[in-house]
């Protein structure tokens, strides 16, 4: 089973700064099958970005999605203050698919 | 716009049998993966197991023991059954679609989740 680590568990920004996540995999993740969700209290998780670095439709520019092999990283080029919640990156490439632990994004 | 409604008991007793029903609204049933996902304050998310409306189905092997999961395709709809549930199964439960038609896809659709809770 791959097992993802995503750092930092809480990351603490200002709305308009910049935020990096990382998620790392204990295996290469095959062909890039790596996706970011974004949850926030009381919700589903909503997917953000898919083959590592395509966005889902309807997300914002100020996502993007980097990295292949067994690391990969979610930026938020300017944060909005909609944006902290909850961020969980997915390998889909090989069964079972799993989830990293999460990093949560909070207001500073 | 595809939905997904899920529905069954939120509250069980140690030992009973989990049963969870995902109906697919609008949209193509056929050739995706449907599959069911749980999310527990010590896990984290954890992917369950996948059917197709040929029953085709890969389990999670943590599980594969106790898990069962079914499909009837005349109502368009998926189910969970969980066997011998114990506190440790007390999660949110869901049920969702991946992006893609065929295995080994991100989930982009998801059931508003089920709170179930295991307690004598």
């Known amino acids: 089973e791959v097992v993802l680590t995503q750092s930092p568990g809480t990351l603490s920004l200002s709305p308009g700064e910049r935020a990096t996540l990382s998620c790392r995999a204990s295996?290469?993740?095959?062909?890039?099958?790596l996706a970011w969700y974004q949850q926030k209290p009381g919700q589903a998780p909503r997917l953000l970005i898919y083959g590592a670095s395509s966005r889902a439709t309807g997300i914002p520019h100020r996502f993007s999605g980097s990295g292949s092999g067994t690391d990969f990283t979610l930026t938020i080029s300017r944060l909005e203050p909609e944006d902290f919640a909850v961020y969980y990156c997915q390998q889909y490439g090989s069964s079972p698919y799993t989830f990293g632990q999460g990093t949560k994004l909070e207001i500073k | 716009q595809v939905q997904l409604q899920q529905w069954g008991a939120g509250l069980l007793k140690p030992s009973e049998t989990l049963s969870l029903t995902c109906a697919v609204y609008?949209?193509?049933?056929?050739?995706?993966?449907w599959s069911w996902i749980r999310q527990t304050p010590g896990k984290g998310l954890e992917w369950i197991g996948e059917i197709t409306d040929s029953g085709n189905i890969n389990y999670n092997p943590s599980l594969k023991s106790r898990v069962t999961i079914s499909v009837d395709t005349s109502k368009n709809q998926f189910s969970l059954r969980l066997r011998s549930m114990t506190a440790a199964d007390t999660a949110v439960y869901y049920c969702a679609r991946p992006l893609r038609n065929y295995q080994g896809s991100a989930f982009d659709i998801w059931g508003q989740g089920t709170m179930v809770t295991v307690s004598s």
């Open positions: 609008v949209g193509s049933f056929s050739g995706y993966y």
């Open positions: 295996q290469s993740a095959s062909g890039s099958y």
